[in-house]
């Protein structure tokens, strides 16, 4: 890797934070932890720093979150969940959409901390993940990066060299996300979904064992135009069935994913994925998605209670949203009938309304599949009931 050049910027990070200044850390795949116990002791020493995070797959032990005066987070589930029960972080619920909306405006930082890889043609990109960290910048935030040679260059766009100031440097490997291989249920679900995607469409799913199910299930040349790229998408490839380069702003997956993306241009800021207008435009676009609960209008709860969040909107209203007004695409909602013993149909939410049933078009069960486009309220309710009886 080359080391930062004569107009490469270098500074330590402590030079860059002042007291009451908003400081972001980039989320996602390869987000820059070698600094997370460095930024803690400044904001410790220096007072007043608030602290916005994104999506962090997994924990961060070396972040001190007690470090900060005030720390939010806009996605969250999987590695925010113990501090937001424990009432030491703010969750902010948003869909993903309007993520970089916000950056910009009420939680605007003015330090953004990033991984960066070296890009082709000299200057630097992000790695794993862009989400929203465009927007920051747009908003004046100064880009604090650590260089880190091991990440994929998957990102569709550069970043100036005058534009970065290097804080560090990470030769190790990145961390890489496992999930759980799919079970029955999950496969039975997702030859279900399957024929429900025509050839050609433009398809939306997550991570998970759903997602790599559903993917190992299509039989038909499709897209991919989705937030989050899992590590099936490569099988897909492999298959002869993906139609051009995937669209998203994060990878979600392992090491084979992490090697097959780089060089590549997959990854894009989320006021470009998670534009509901492009969605729509262009042929049938198909959003597979999942809950943890479900009521009989097809309302989707995937935070979980209001006292226990699990997870956050994300993407999935915003998905859900551009599907259902794409006329030869569809909003499916896929779910195991119960969950740990209990139905996924409820009477009542036990949290919020994640994606309103408007938005659903198709639920997808184990045991069928149950389609409310165009039926009342009380059609709907006799159909998902009727789904969940057989």
Not at 4 to 18: H, Q, V
Not at 350 to 373: K, M, Q
Request: net charge negative; hydrophobic share 45%.
């Amino acid at each position: 890797m080359s080391r930062p050049g004569s107009r490469d910027r270098s500074m330590s990070l402590a030079e860059l934070i002042r007291p009451g200044a908003t400081v972001a850390i980039a989320d996602g795949m390869g987000a820059p932890r070698t600094v997370s116990a460095e930024l803690s002791a400044i904001a410790r020493e220096v007072g007043d720093v608030r602290l916005v995070l994104g999506w962090l797959p997994t924990p961060d032990d070396a972040l001190d979150v007690t470090a900060f005066a005030d720390v939010r987070v806009l996605m969250g589930g999987w590695g925010m969940r113990g501090p937001i029960k424990d009432g030491t972080v703010t969750q902010v619920p948003c869909r993903w959409s309007q993520a970089p909306v916000l950056m910009e405006s009420s939680l605007r930082p003015d330090v953004v901390i990033a991984s960066v890889v070296e890009a082709r043609r000299g200057g630097w990109t992000l790695g794993a993940a862009v989400g929203w960290v465009p927007a920051a910048l747009r908003a004046g935030a100064t880009l604090a990066a650590v260089v880190t040679p091991e990440l994929p260059r998957a990102s569709v766009a550069g970043l100036a060299a005058s534009a970065v100031t290097i804080v560090g440097e990470d030769e190790a490997l990145p961390a890489t996300l496992e999930f759980p291989e799919p079970e029955d249920v999950h496969r039975r679900l997702g030859e279900q979904v399957a024929s429900l995607i025509p050839e050609g469409a433009r398809l939306q799913v997550g991570p998970g064992a759903l997602g790599t199910a559903v993917l190992d299930a299509v039989r038909a040349p499709v897209s991919i135009d989705s937030g989050l790229l899992p590590g099936a998408v490569v099988d897909l490839e492999r298959r002869g069935l993906l139609l051009g380069n995937p669209m998203g702003t994060y990878l979600a997956g392992d090491a084979e994913l992490l090697a097959w993306a780089h060089d590549r241009p997959l990854l894009h800021p989320i006021d470009f994925t998670h534009d509901g207008t492009r969605l729509v435009s262009s042929g049938p676009f198909v959003a597979v998605n999942t809950a943890l609960e479900i009521d009989d209008q097809g309302q989707v709860n995937v935070e979980g209670p209001r006292d226990r969040p699990i997870a956050s909107p994300g993407g999935h209203p915003d998905y859900a949203a551009a599907a259902a007004r794409s006329p030869q695409g569809l909003s499916v909602i896929a779910v195991p009938s119960t969950h740990r013993g209990r139905p996924t149909l409820v009477d009542q939410l036990s949290g919020p309304v994640s994606t309103p049933g408007y938005d659903v078009d198709v639920v997808v069960t184990e045991n069928g599949i149950a389609h409310l486009r165009g039926l009342g309220r009380d059609e709907r309710a006799r159909t998902l009931r009727a789904l969940w009886e057989r």
